[in-house]
């Protein structure tokens, strides 16, 4: 089988069991991307709505929506670049600190199911050969 569609579809069984375990918390895998998405970038920059779009590989109207919700939940706020007022700061809350650590272990475990089949060296080769493919993009 292709080694292209074999990783789309696993990452899409992944996501579909990650929206499922998430759902009871009134969350979703790309809801939680971006709460990730924040914490990686901790203490880097700034993040900016455009940039996380660009990091997230997603459309500008869909992440506007998904911060809409993620800031009605009270996990981030939005506040004004001090060098240009029109570009908005996101920001996680405290509340979206503590929830991320939730959130943080139900990814891990969903992960875990997944990989449950491979012994641990397979697990840490596997690893070593993605982390490989993906510094060559």
Not at 9 to 34: C, E
Not at 65 to 90: E, S, V, W
Not at 105 to 116: A, D, H, T
Request: aromatic share 4%; net charge positive.
């Amino acid at each position: 089988m292709n080694t292209g569609y074999l990783l789309m579809n696993i990452a899409k069984q992944l996501r579909h069991n990650l929206n499922q375990a998430l759902a009871s918390f009134d969350m979703t895998s790309q809801q939680w991307a971006v709460l990730q998405q924040l914490v990686m970038n901790q203490g880097a920059t700034q993040l900016t709505a455009s940039q996380l779009a660009v990091q997230l590989d997603m459309d500008k109207p869909t992440l506007s929506g998904i911060i809409g919700r993620l800031t009605k939940k009270g996990l981030l706020t939005l506040a004004a670049d001090p060098n240009d007022g029109r570009r908005k700061i996101l920001t996680l809350t405290a509340n979206g600190w503590e929830k991320v650590e939730v959130f943080q272990n139900i990814s891990n475990q969903v992960l875990k199911q997944c990989l449950q089949r491979l012994t641990t060296a397979e697990q840490n080769e596997l690893n070593q050969l993605l982390n490989r493919l993906n510094g060559g993009y």
